[in-house]
């Protein structure tokens, strides 16, 4: 099966020789379970010729927000909606969280309660996973066919499902600790309040279900349900 990744945003310069870009994150997220990938980087207007060109699109990360108007967003949303149409599954991380809710009738907003960084824990499909945040934005308006399927107290809606057409989540399974310890000290220092980043450091030694949740995704491609 043939997941073509749209990339919506590139990982920081300070980070990624070392730790990658999403083209190199999520394939090594889903590594075992018999995919192959192809990395469309529509943040730079590289968009597939059409919704074919893949078994199934995996709508990354970005550091921009759904509602901004920049090139991209719109072809994108029509990219989304016509998988959509075409029955082709979709799953979204973060900002393809927030980009296939918008695409589809709900609402983006950067949200009044500030930013949910490092671990979080969620309540998804009666389990209760630990995962990586990097976010403000929240969708806070679900689309007509999204079902609610993960939360927690500071994001009502971080995980959505629509039938049996797309799947996405708020936080991010593909960032292991390095990686939010790199956003920490070149993304967050400076720019977030330093009593959450030295919250952030704290648990970073403590352990994840970024696999749990690929399995999940994993799951959906193939079969249509995420749990």
């Avoid at 997941?3 to 945003?9: D, H, S």
């Avoid at 990395?39 to 919704?51: I, L, N």
Wanted: proline share 7%.
């Amino acid at each position: 099966m043939k997941i073509g990744i749209l990339q919506c945003g590139h990982t920081p310069d300070a980070i990624r020789p070392v730790l990658g870009g999403y083209g190199q994150l999520y394939p090594a997220m889903l590594d075992g379970y018999g995919f192959e990938f192809e990395t469309f980087s529509v943040v730079d207007m590289d968009f597939p010729e059409d919704v074919s060109a893949a078994d199934g699109w995996l709508v990354s990360g970005s550091k921009h927000g759904a509602y901004e108007d920049v090139p991209f967003i719109a072809p994108l949303m029509d990219f989304i909606r016509a998988a959509y149409a075409a029955d082709v599954p979709m799953v979204g991380v973060c900002f393809g969280h927030q980009i296939i809710a918008q695409a589809l009738g709900g609402e983006v907003v950067k949200f009044p309660g500030g930013w949910s960084v490092g671990r979080q824990t969620y309540e998804v499909g009666g389990e209760t996973l630990a995962l990586n945040a990097w976010h403000q934005d929240q969708v806070v308006t679900l689309p007509p066919d999204a079902q609610v399927v993960g939360s927690n107290a500071f994001c009502q809606n971080a995980a959505l499902i629509y039938g049996q057409k797309a799947f996405s989540v708020q936080p991010h399974p593909e960032f292991q600790s390095d990686f939010i310890d790199g956003l920490a000290t070149h993304v967050g220092d400076g720019k977030l309040d330093p009593a959450l980043m030295a919250e952030v450091r704290a648990k970073l030694p403590l352990p994840n279900d970024n696999a749990r949740m690929a399995a999940m995704i994993a799951r959906f491609f193939k079969e249509r349900v995420a749990a």
